[in-house]
């Protein structure tokens, strides 16, 4: 399934994403109808479920463009589509909650112009009358040219688990959905309740925060391969392996998340040397037979890096440039929860990050403020 929308073509796409969703709440099944309880999903079933995602992925990409009307395009008027009412509650939520996350993009000088989603769907499971469905979405969206050195695209790759519940008159109820990646939510996922913070204090070493003020006061950093690194290498691994992991490397994304691995993956493609062996706590880095805490762990990263000196605090986020390392503190409990590269700085000062937990290429840093704008950030000069 594709979905495209633009200023221009977003009222035809939402016409071919209705028009493909008419009949997308099938029969269960003509037993089911007559009154056996024992739904059967096929395969034409299947791809209405994925075309329900599309439309309600789709609603939620548009609310973020520029121009962008306020309804429910996609899922509005789906003939057969029905929302159960907590869900239809939900998604007017959710795109309320966009279009804020929109209008703070506005204030720091950042919009999109269109957008591009995929979705697939990955497996479908049926327990009782449940119909439990995991799809993969894919979305680009089109940097608006405000300042006019923005890159041309930002995308990501992200996952979502849907419930669907079979009807006594034989049809299916979209009743939930939840993204199932660790990491920054996409762009176009509403934020969550805001959770009462719990305060950690075992940080070993820290570094201070970051102010997220732009314009940033001037931090010029020798980009030159005559340097210790090469940040150029560091940016090329990052740019290529955001969705395509590399082979060579175990994967981290059950079992905590891969931010960091991927992130220690590209420091050390541009140079950085493995620390095999220490005394000391926090002291090694490396990915051999296996992975040291500080390669693969957000906070005992910044401990590692910190403490040997391999980067330094920067004053505000801005001043990031390629190589530089963000790491953000989404709940400000003192812990830090997730890493990521900027692979891409406007001459206007904007810092651009791709990362793993969800696989995202060249998102701003103002993106990210607009979606948690209460976090804590940390910028390393690398």
Request: proline share 4%.
């Amino acid at each position: 399934m594709r979905s495209s929308m633009s200023g221009t073509s977003r009222a035809r796409c939402a016409a071919v994403v209705v028009s493909a969703l008419s009949a997308a709440l099938l029969p269960v099944s003509a037993a089911h109808a007559a009154g056996t309880p024992s739904p059967v999903v096929t395969a034409a079933t299947t791809d209405a479920f994925g075309r329900v995602a599309d439309a309600l992925l789709t609603d939620r990409t548009a609310a973020l463009l520029d121009g962008s009307s306020s309804g429910r395009t996609a899922l509005k008027a789906t003939g057969g589509v029905q929302l159960a009412a907590a869900q239809a509650t939900t998604e007017n939520t959710a795109l309320t909650s966009l279009r804020n996350t929109r209008s703070r993009l506005a204030a720091l000088g950042e919009a999109y112009t269109d957008g591009d989603t995929e979705v697939t769907v990955d497996s479908t499971r049926l327990s009782g009358s449940t119909a439990t469905v995991q799809v993969t979405e894919a979305t680009t969206l089109t940097y608006a040219k405000i300042r006019g050195d923005e890159p041309a695209t930002t995308g990501f790759t992200a996952h979502h688990e849907l419930t669907f519940a079979a009807r006594p008159d034989g049809t299916w109820q979209l009743t939930g959905e939840r993204l199932t990646d660790r990491g920054p939510r996409p762009v176009n996922q509403p934020a969550p309740a805001t959770a009462a913070a719990t305060v950690h204090l075992n940080a070993v070493i820290d570094a201070p925060k970051s102010a997220i003020t732009y314009p940033a006061p001037a931090k010029p950093k020798n980009l030159a391969t005559t340097t210790p690194y090469n940040y150029a290498a560091m940016v090329t691994y990052a740019e290529k392996y955001w969705k395509n992991y590399n082979s060579a490397y175990r994967r981290y994304n059950s079992v905590g998340g891969d931010c960091t691995n991927f992130l220690s993956q590209s420091l050390f493609a541009g140079g950085w040397k493995q620390v095999t062996s220490s005394t000391e706590d926090y002291d090694t880095w490396y990915s051999k037979t296996s992975e040291s805490d500080t390669w693969i762990g957000v906070n005992e990263w910044s401990w590692f890096t910190q403490t040997a000196k391999r980067t330094t605090a920067l004053p505000n986020a801005y001043q990031m440039d390629l190589g530089d390392v963000l790491q953000v503190d989404f709940d400000k409990d003192g812990s830090k929860d997730h890493s990521m590269m900027t692979t891409y700085r406007s001459s206007s000062g904007v810092p651009y990050l791709t990362y793993h937990d969800t696989d995202t290429y060249r998102r701003s840093l103002s993106s990210l403020i607009a979606s948690y704008p209460n976090s804590a950030y940390y910028g390393y000069r690398s």
